[in-house]
């Protein structure tokens, strides 16, 4: 009886192990929300998916270095009714560790126009929620209707 138990608490334990197609749409569903927080007007959200020492890129010559940096310079995406930009994931690749991902996607103006692209790396906290450590994106662009 004592090795059913094993076998059982072994077994279960091989059952939480995720495959990389649903850590992909972890991070999918996490970047969404991420989005989800910008589109709602809520900072306090978007705070919430940050990782304590997150690094987004602000050009080549400046960086946010940690989340509550980056919550003070994003703070201005946040004044207003409307959002000045959205985005969304297009592509999300995550290692085979399970540890770290990226999600890149198309950045829109509030006319639904492509102004540039995003790059965000997600890594997966040891309470299993991943969080966005670096963020970079492209300068914005006249991308056409892609």
């Given at each position: ?41 809520d ?94 994106g ?9």
């Amino acid at each position: 009886m004592r090795k059913l138990g094993i076998g059982i608490v072994f077994f279960a334990g091989m059952a939480v192990a995720a495959t990389n197609a649903e850590l992909e749409q972890q991070v999918r569903q996490a970047e969404i929300g991420f989005a989800k927080s910008m589109a709602d007007r809520d900072h306090k959200a978007f705070i919430s998916f940050l990782a304590p020492d997150s690094v987004f890129v602000a050009g080549p010559l400046r960086a946010s270095r940690g989340a509550q940096a980056v919550a003070a310079d994003w703070k201005r995406f946040f004044e207003g009714e409307k959002a000045p930009f959205s985005w969304e994931p297009q592509t999300v690749i995550v290692l085979e560790s399970g540890s770290l991902a990226l999600s890149t996607g198309p950045v829109k103006d509030p006319s639904g126009k492509r102004v540039g692209t995003f790059n965000s790396t997600w890594r997966k906290e040891k309470n299993g929620q991943w969080k966005v450590v670096l963020d970079n994106g492209c300068p914005p662009c006249n991308c056409g209707a892609q």
